[in-house]
């Protein structure tokens, strides 16, 4: 994930300033993946990469989901943003964004 967080201007973990904040956020993804848990970060990062790597997978969800909506449009994320251009359909994309202009 360190790639999405330098897409968004953030920190990886190892350059943190804070080193115990750093040393827990590690801890924290240790844990995780002892248990085979995913956080809520995890379930669209890897989502992103199925999406990508998988262009059946892809298109199958795509066939699915022809129109997305998404509410308070203002506060997706770097990764959120690539989940949901995967996908939308480069030729026929159908798209209901709702957001505040005085959020963004």
Same mark, same amino acid.
């Given at each position: ?22 040393? %827990? ?9 002892? %248990? ?20 059946? $997978? ?7 989901? #022809?129109?997305?909506? $998404? +509410?308070?449009? #203002? +506060? ?15 030729? +026929? ?9 005085? #959020?963004?």
């Amino acid at each position: 994930r360190p790639e999405f967080a330098l897409q968004q201007d953030l920190k990886p973990a190892d350059a943190i300033e804070n080193k115990i904040l750093a040393e %827990q956020f590690i801890q924290y993804e240790t844990a995780l993946q002892k %248990q085979n848990l995913f956080d809520f970060d995890d379930l669209i990062y890897h989502t992103v990469g199925l999406l990508r790597e998988y262009p059946k $997978i892809c298109n199958y969800y795509r066939e699915k989901f #022809q129109w997305i909506m $998404i +509410d308070e449009y #203002q +506060d997706i994320n770097f990764a959120q943003y690539h989940m949901i251009k995967h996908l939308l359909s480069d030729t +026929d994309a159908n798209l209901y964004a709702i957001g505040d202009p005085n #959020q963004a």
